[in-house]
């Protein structure tokens, strides 16, 4: 379709006629852009009313939303629930998680009423902190706490770093609750457990909270100082924190039944544990540690308290004292403890007869675990000490720690754990404890195992073991860990027995770890042997004298020997849990 039919060529009338046309196309095309403008306008004023109204309804349906949710909250059974019935429903929650208070403290005002109005739902402190946070935070709680609830205390204090540096290094895969400020919901930070450390900075079975706390920047509003400036207030906070928290938990020592503060290293303000002191009659549990040595010069507290001086502490049962002062004549020691845990300071020397004075004087321990780093040969002598209820034996530290072994008797004993410097051959204090003790069936036995290079100081890591012939005693032995021993002998002993054995050894072993065992070049080979004798292909090892032994089930090897991958390989489909860590020299191999 032709828009215009001018005649062709043009002459001068079809001239004049295309632009008279020309003026009234013109005029016609203004009108019809008039009509558009005018059609968009009312279409977008169309829009903006009906915008309007749908935000008007929008705002109407928030409101009936809200109505609802409100009206649905109120016929909800749980709110026809009476008070006696919730406060049982929060102490079963309280049961399984003991820092749930601040949580449902935060859900409503009902709620938030309940719950302070019930003392022992806050009678669990369970608090992870550093010394820039406000210790206003345990005066909360234990105001909340009332004045007659037993308290079971746990604060851990991280001296490195700030707690939210700390946290984000591992996130998300424990069951150990942190809870930020309510209403937030609460993330889940688990604490790195880097093998052989002494202390864990928390452990990762315990349940820890941390409640809303505000930062003294945040208290006053005002922003972080520039690092130039940084100096005099932030230190004066991290020098006062400790006396102003522990004056606090103090002031309810008499309700304390359990009591642990853990700390990563020394702190600007740890004098202030030395006004713990005094009487604590419903204490079960008490526990100061360090995870590293600290100075410390002689310290007048609980553990250091004069033989003379009269202490309630009747209920007593468990102790645990690590890189801080205690003198071994307190009465602490005195309270026929069943767990005692001590790790000395380099600078505490004592004698061998004052320490086993430590054990006589608990004749009822059910576990004992001791370090120490520096011993010193007995003034008195050593008389023979049993323990008939000890069920855990630990001791590490010094080569005169096997003296000590030495001395004990422990007709009950089921775990025993020897990270004592090497010297001597420790073979023969393990026979002779387990002959003098009637030989308990020991179910676990650990030889140097936990060993930290950094912690030896005269004859090296681990106790020298010469020959492995004592294993074939521990019939009732399910899991062995030995670290700093040559590799071809251990596994040898365990592997199929030669004409001089008379049945398997340790045929009921489901477990072996080794650590730092040197090995010669048949030392996988032994290993390989070991695996294929325990863990045959198709059916059950060979029975040896009416003897089967049962399968392992887990192998750890840790900086022993350079695997390969097809030998872990072959490991893993013999073996359920296999863990390898080879040596740094022969990892790219």
């Keep these: 379709m032709h828009l215009c039919n001018y005649p062709e060529p043009p ?83 309280f049961d399984d998680h003991p820092c749930c208070a601040w949580v449902l403290a935060s859900v409503c005002d009902l709620w938030r009423r309940l719950a302070l109005s019930i003392p022992k739902l806050w009678s669990k402190i369970r608090l992870v902190t550093t010394q820039s946070a406000s210790a206003d935070t345990i005066r909360l709680w234990l105001e909340r706490s009332g004045d007659k609830v037993p308290l079971d205390i746990e604060i851990y204090l991280r001296v490195n770093g700030s707690l939210s540096e700390s946290s984000n290094r591992a996130r998300a895969t424990s069951p150990t609750p942190w809870l930020p400020p309510p209403p937030s919901p609460p993330p889940h930070y688990v604490l790195p457990h880097p093998p052989g450390t002494a202390i864990l900075l928390p452990p990762a079975h315990t349940p820890i909270i941390v409640p809303q706390s505000p930062s003294h920047h945040d208290a006053w509003g005002a922003s972080p100082p520039h690092p130039s400036s940084r100096s005099t207030p932030q230190l004066q906070r991290n020098t006062h924190w400790g006396h102003i928290a522990i004056f606090y938990l103090i002031e309810q020592m008499h309700r304390w039944q359990r009591f642990v503060f853990r700390f990563d290293k020394q702190f600007s303000s740890i004098s202030a544990l030395k006004s713990i002191n005094g009487d604590a009659p419903m204490l079960r549990e008490f526990e100061i540690s360090c995870a590293e040595t600290i100075y410390a010069a002689e310290w007048y507290w609980l553990p250091c308290t004069s033989p003379s001086t009269p202490l309630a502490l009747s209920k007593l049962e468990s102790l645990m004292l690590h890189h801080v002062p205690f003198r071994w004549s307190s009465p602490i020691f005195k309270t026929d403890l069943r767990s005692l845990n001590l790790r000395s300071l380099p600078s505490n020397h004592l004698p061998l007869d004052r320490i086993l004075h430590i054990i006589g004087s608990n004749p009822n321990l059910e576990s004992l675990n001791l370090h120490f780093a520096v011993v010193l040969p007995a003034i008195l002598p ?112 365990l592997g199929t027995p030669d004409e001089e054995q008379a049945h398997w050894a340790c045929p009921n072993l489901t477990s072996v770890a080794m650590k730092s065992c040197h090995s010669l070049p048949d030392g996988i080979a032994k290993l390989v042997q070991l695996i294929e004798a325990r863990n045959p292909d198709t059916g059950t090892a060979a029975m040896i004298n009416g003897v089967t032994p049962s399968k392992l089930r887990h192998l750890e090897l840790y900086d022993c020997a350079t695997v390969g991958q097809d030998v872990l390989d072959w490991l893993k489909k013999r073996v359920d849990e296999v863990v390898c860590v080879e040596p740094t020299y022969g990892r790219s191999l």
Excluded: C
């Design 382 to 493: 050593l008389l023979p000490t049993s323990l008939p209820r000890l069920r855990e034996l630990t001791f590490g530290g010094h080569y005169h720690m096997s003296t000590l072994v030495d001395a004990l008797v422990l007709p009950a004993l089921d775990v025993l754990n020897l990270d004592i410097e090497a010297r001597d051959p420790i073979e023969d204090t393990i026979t002779n404890l387990l002959q003098r003790s009637n030989n308990p069936p020991i179910t676990h036995l650990s030889v140097s195992y936990g060993h930290t290079n950094n912690s030896t100081l005269y004859y090296g890591p681990g106790g020298i073991v010469i020959s492995w012939n004592f294993l074939a005693d521990l019939n009732h032995l399910q899991s062995l860990s030995v670290g700093g021993t040559p590799l071809e002998p251990f596994l040898a002993a």
């Design 11 to 93: 002459t001068e009338s079809t001239v004049s006629d295309a632009r008279r046309h020309l003026q009234i196309q013109r005029q016609q095309l203004a009108q019809l852009a008039d009509k558009i403008v005018s059609a968009e306008e009312a279409l977008a004023q169309i829009v903006v009313d009906r915008k309007r109204e749908i935000r008007e309804m929008q705002r109407e349906q928030h409101v009936l939303e809200e109505k609802v949710m409100y009206t649905l909250a109120y016929i909800s059974p749980i709110r026809r629930l009476p008070n006696e019935l919730l406060r049982h429903i929060f102490m079963f929650n």
